[in-house]
Structures are given as C-alpha cells and as structure tokens.
C-alpha cells in the first residue's frame, strides 16, 4: 500500500517568509489512492503581487553578489537536496504516481545535481573581446559582457517537477536574476520540499518565491508589467497563449512533441523494442519526448509488433510506491480523458486494440495500436499516455513524410544500421533533437534542448540556458591615449 505523507509546509515563499494564499487552499491529492496528501495554499493576484515586488528588490543585491558567492550557495544547495533526495523521491512518488525507482532517477541524477552544474556552467560564462574595425586607431576596446535581464518568472510542469523546475531555477539565478516559481498544482508538495532548501543553504530572502495554484496565478505572472523574462514547459496551446501576450520579453518555452519513432529494415529489432518500450511506457508515456507515433518498416512489422507486445505484458503496473512496478498511474482526468478518446477515435477508425494493466481511476493500460493510418487522431495530435501506434511504412522517405507533417518538433527517433541512412534522415527530420539507434526518451543534461515549430523557443540546459536569460551587452571604450589615423570623413569604408 501507498503510505500518503502530509507535509506541514505547504505554503506560498514570499521574501523568504512562508505565506498562506489568498485564495485559502486546494488539495493534493496521489493519483494511485486519491488520498489527500496535503493541504495547498492557493495564491491569486495580490500574492503574485508581493512576490514580483520582493524579486524585483532582491535583484540588485543578488546580482551584485559576487559569482562565486553565488556558486557556492548553489553547490550547498546540491549537497542539501542530495541529503533529503529519497524523502523528496517518496512524495513525488505518490503525489504524481511516478514509479519510486523513476522518482529516485529524477531526484538523484537530475534534479539535485542541476544545482552544482549550473554553478560551474555559470564560472564558465565567457563574454568576449574585439578589434576596432570602424576607425584606423588603436584607442578603442570592445568588450562583450552579459547581464541578467532580471526578474524570471518559471512555470513548471508535473512530469519532472523537481527536475525541470531545478534546471530552470539553478540557471537563473546563476545568472544574476531573481526568481518567481510556479510549480504545477499537481506536484505542489515535493517542489515545496526542494524550497525549503533554500534558507538554509543561505539563499537570501527574495531571490526565489514560491505561488502555489492554477493557471490563472501563471497568466498573472506572464502578464505582470514587473516580470522580465518566461520560462514555461507545458502543452502547446499555453505555450502559444504566453508567446503572444509578451513578444518583446525573453521567453524560454519548452512544449509538446509528436515523437517519431522510426524503425526501418535494417534496425537492430530487439534494441529498437526495447527503445519503444521505454519510449511509449516511461511514466505512463507523461514525457514530451514519448514514442508518440511508432513507424515500422514493413520487412521487420510483424516481427517488432510481436516482440514489443511480449515486453510490453511483461510490464508491472500498480502501486508506484512499489520498486517493482514500471507504470502506475496517469497524473490527472484531463490527461486520461484525452488518452481515452484518442485510443476511441482510433477504434472506431479501425485500429486493433491491445491492453494490458489497471483501467480503473486514474489508471490507464498499455496499449498497443495495430491497423493504425494517419487519419486517427493519436497520429496527429499529442496523446501524453502510455499507448503505442504503430504504422506500417515502406521506406525511409515516407518515414520522414509523416514525420514532416507535424507541426510539433521536438525529438525523433531512428532505428537503422546504416550510417549514410542515419545522417540523410536525421538532416531531413525536423526536430530538435534526433536519437540514432536510441529511445526518444534520451537526453544529455549539458547538451541543448528544444524544439522547432511548434515545441517551444530557445533551447535550454547549461550554457545554452544562460543565453535565454542574460543580455549581450557590449561596452565600447575609447582609451584617448593614442594618436587617431583618420577623420570622421567618408573614406569610402573598408
């Protein structure tokens, strides 16, 4: 059984004081049990108010603290979050229903370390210097140097809740900014967990506050005249919503994926089943990087199809409390309704349906998707569950057509031997990340990450995060110590 944890802090962080909301409270529910976990405060505009005014005065100071000062709050913050890991790990297990082994994973390999790395990436932020090119003289230095643009607003998912929020939060503030945190409702507990780390660790009031609630206090924080720069990871349409309301502000979005999965004839079939397992089912396929649509080759279909139904019968799923168990439930009704009426949509369009697993609550079976045709909803919209369509092709071209036809682009998948293959299709593949004889769900935590089209704007993670969230600013100077060649007269340039 699933022993649900009430945590007594669950309360809004506003300049460093924890805060009822506004709005009284909502409750936290497991997904696996529907027990309450545990009382939320639920904040609305006055809140978001405060904590906008308590970032913006704690910008100055902590942009003016000196980076290595920065860096070893951060690096305490890291050993912190290190020491309460499996706590952390236990609630996150049963407030999302991510099986405890993947929540000891986000928690220990992801989520605590971004803390240190981001402190070490931010040592290494290098500006730059050039030459003058405009006069004949050696009295000018050009120096380009980064600013922080101030006060971020984060808003983040319940997928990874402590490690995206994590990489984002580490990031910025790394860079001199001052935060404002709005994790999901749905993960509101164990993303409190990890801020009451940060006093502790020495982080001064101000610098990160913490708005419990819905998307109303998020459309509040984007709106805000007093919020600088966005970072959001979520769907597609929220994502859009927030890139029109504020055009002119820095914005860091990471959405949805249409994962392709493409297997061809010459794959390695047993590792590319393996791959779509782990693609299709990890988390109950809650990922933005899921196998969203699986496309086999028809030499190797019959052969992929009966193999990834063996592994996929195989899988145990119940009580994510359980280190036994590999899938547990889905996170909310809205994300089971919607797998629900594309598996339906699928049906009655004449796909075969396999299950396997739990139906009951919030739980969703495996599902394998046979006779599939691009016609059916799950082949042309995000589905965020653990269902596996699989389309038959016949070469490598119409693998990269249908991939092509999305307008999402975050991440694909290709199974192939063949290195020429590999490198055409991946260049010809839109997305922002391509995975050669690897799952979708792969990804580098110093590498870049983003989509194309619709799956976001900018990229994030190390370096490539610090860009989203510091100007270039250049600083001319004229030394006036040495002798000008030339006038300010029209020499006919270079």
């Not at 906008?52 to 942009?63: C, F, I, K, L, Y």
């Not at 989520?111 to 009295?139: D, I, Y």
């Not at 319940?158 to 945190?181: C, E, R």
């Not at 610098?207 to 919020?227: K, Q």
Request: one cysteine or more; aromatic letters at 6%; glycine letters at 8%.
């Amino acid at each position: 059984m699933t022993t649900t944890t009430t945590h007594l802090q669950t309360r809004a962080l506003i300049d460093g004081m924890w805060t009822d909301g506004e709005n009284g409270t909502f409750a936290a529910r497991s997904p696996h049990s529907d027990a309450i976990i545990a009382e939320v405060a639920k904040c609305g505009p006055a809140d978001v108010d405060r904590a906008v005014q308590s970032a913006r005065r704690a910008q100055p100071g902590w942009a003016a603290t000196p980076v290595i000062e920065r860096v070893k709050i951060l690096r305490r913050i890291h050993e912190l979050f290190k020491r309460d890991a499996e706590k952390i790990a236990v609630v996150l297990a049963d407030e999302i229903g991510k099986p405890i082994n993947n929540s000891r994973e986000e928690v220990i390999e992801y989520s605590a370390p971004s803390w240190q790395k981001a402190g070490e990436e931010v040592l290494r932020h290098r500006g730059l210097s050039f030459p003058s090119t405009q006069e004949q003289t050696n009295n000018k230095r050009l120096v380009l140097t980064h600013r922080p643009v101030g006060v971020v607003a984060a808003i983040t998912p319940y997928n990874f809740p402590t490690d995206i929020s994590s990489i984002a939060l580490a990031h910025i503030i790394a860079a001199g900014n001052t935060a404002i945190w709005k994790p999901s409702e749905h993960a509101a507990v164990s993303c409190t967990m990890v801020a009451e780390l940060f006093e502790e660790a020495g982080l001064p009031p101000g610098v990160i506050n913490v708005l419990h609630g819905e998307g109303d206090v998020g459309a509040a924080l984007v709106g805000h005249r007093g919020v600088d720069g966005v970072f959001f990871t979520g769907s597609t349409a929220t994502g859009e919503r927030i890139a029109s309301s504020i055009p002119l502000k820095p914005m860091l979005l990471e959405l949805g994926g249409d994962g392709p999965f493409i297997i061809l004839a010459d794959a390695d079939v047993d590792a590319a089943v393996d791959g779509a397992i782990q693609g299709c089912f990890y988390y109950s396929g809650q990922v933005c990087t899921s196998a969203e649509r699986v496309l086999v080759h028809e030499d190797v279909y019959d052969e992929f199809v009966e193999k990834f139904r063996a592994k996929m019968l195989q899988l145990s799923i119940g009580d994510p409390s359980l280190e036994t168990t590999d899938m547990g439930p889905v996170c909310t009704e809205t994300t089971r309704t919607r797998i629900n009426e594309h598996v339906e949509d699928a049906r009655a369009k004449g796909a075969t349906i396999e299950q396997h697993g739990r139906s009951d609550g919030l739980y969703f079976p495996a599902t394998l998707l046979t006779n599939v045709t691009t016609d059916m909803r799950i082949m042309q919209e995000e589905t965020f569950g653990p269902v596996a369509p699989i389309l038959k092709i016949s070469s490598a071209e119409e693998a990269v057509a249908i991939a092509n036809e999305s307008e999402l682009g975050l991440i694909a998948s290709l199974w192939t031997r063949d290195l020429s293959t590999a490198w055409r299709v991946a260049e010809a593949l839109p997305h922002g990340s391509v995975n050669i004889n690897e799952t979708s769900n792969y990804w580098d935590q110093l590498a870049p990450f983003g989509g194309t089209g619709r799956s976001g704007v900018g990229r994030e993670l190390s370096q490539w995060f610090l860009e989203a969230f510091t100007e270039a600013k250049l600083i001319v100077f004229d030394l006036g110590d040495g002798e000008v060649k030339n006038n300010r007269r029209s020499e006919g340039g270079w």
